[in-house]
């Protein structure tokens, strides 16, 4: 693999695609939601039922958007994908009732598999050579203002046009600016050599691919999905209902200032990677990062009503949501290399995005069932299981390391 790095210009244009491609097909839909139920005479959670079905969909089309990337190279898928987002954002804006509104949704999200995280990680990996973790880091931190920036956008756009007119303006926005920009970095990438894989010089890690027989490599995966999923279960349960979870633990109008602390955290878990973690294994990171989550269940229920103990939860939460983004990443190019690394993206990106659809609701059956404290230890409990999956890995690497440290030595 070649020591080159991605040119800072791409990257950053690629950081402001991921934040258009972010606010106008994932974040701006909650702004959105109370005028497209009031117009197709929907209750508001069904409409937001037809988006986790969307994000279903996508999520089980990412393997397929994985090879593509790889094959054809993620520039490329990129660029179809600008057009094919676009032209989904047209259908939705358009949509005369229910049904065809949810298909135009459902395009939009199949879209979204095209031009997000997993498609840009493949990018980077292509055009950015032996550097692409450290660019992976910089690049989520850049697209963690995504949320920040289209949300009071998208509210703003919404105080003078229609839902169907700010949709339109979406529309154009990512052909004007995401099409061309994914169009130029397809002429920066270049096609992945089906015969040649990342040596664990490459990737910078001993231990690499090189290490894992052919058992440990489909153990090692499956794990990782396994981390990986449990991961998208805890973050989604419990980000789509933090704002009634800490009014139901009785504090107040408190929680949703709390709740603010979030996104700051996100992004400064990120820097604070960027900064110091250069040197430690992306297996460790995905420790890291698994274990602050029910970590920061555990300080909000052992405290509860504190209002410091919330704020602790809210940091620790935060600091886990933005390490998992950049392991889900990084942790395959380091595991497996760059041989079929969109493939494994993709499958990365379906676990998390199934066991994401379907956590609000079990969450919400859960609680309705058991209670919300009961149900939030249980959770913490299903976190713990991540912790468990990624140290699994540590210890398969350590065990196919072992000889071949000692036949070094001897």
Known sequence: MSDRKIPAAALWALGLTQIIGYGTLYYSFSILVPSIALEFAWPEQWVFGALSASLLAGGLFA??????????????????????????????????????????LMAMELASAFVLYSAAFVAIVQIGGAKAQRSITHLTLIAGFASTLFWPLTAALH????????????????????????????????????????????????????AFTRRDRSRVFLLMLGGFAIEGFVLSSILVHM??????????????????????SQVASRLIN?????????????????????????ALLATTPSVPGAIAFVILFGLGSGLASIVGGTLPLELFGRERYGARLGWVTAARQFFSALAP??????????????????TAAVGMLGILAFSAIILIRRQRLAPVMLTSAN
């Open 361 to 378: 609701f079990a969450l919400a059956m859960a609680m309705a069932g058991i209670g919300v404290q009961p149900t939030l230890w249980l």
């Open 159 to 210: 105080e003078y046009l229609s839902w169907r007119e700010v949709y339109l303006v979406f529309a154009v926005i990512n052909v004007a600016i995401c099409l061309p920009i994914h169009a130029w970095l397809a002429r920066l990438s270049r096609r992945v050599d089906k015969n040649a894989s990342a040596t664990p010089a490459a990737i910078g890690l001993a231990g690499g691919p090189a």
């Open 63 to 104: 393997p397929t958007a994985g090879r593509w990337a790889d094959r054809f190279g993620a520039g490329r898928v990129m660029t179809f994908g600008s057009a094919a987002a676009a032209a989904a954002l047209v259908a939705c804006a358009v949509a005369p009732g229910r049904v065809t509104f949810v298909l135009a």
């Open 274 to 298: 960027m900064l110091f973690g250069g040197r430690l294994a992306q297996t460790w990171l995905a420790v890291i990062g698994a274990t602050l989550l029910p970590l920061g269940l555990v």
């Open 243 to 264: 704002v009634p979870l800490t009014t139901a633990l009785g504090l107040g109008s408190a929680g949703l200032v709390v709740t603010t602390l979030f996104g700051p």
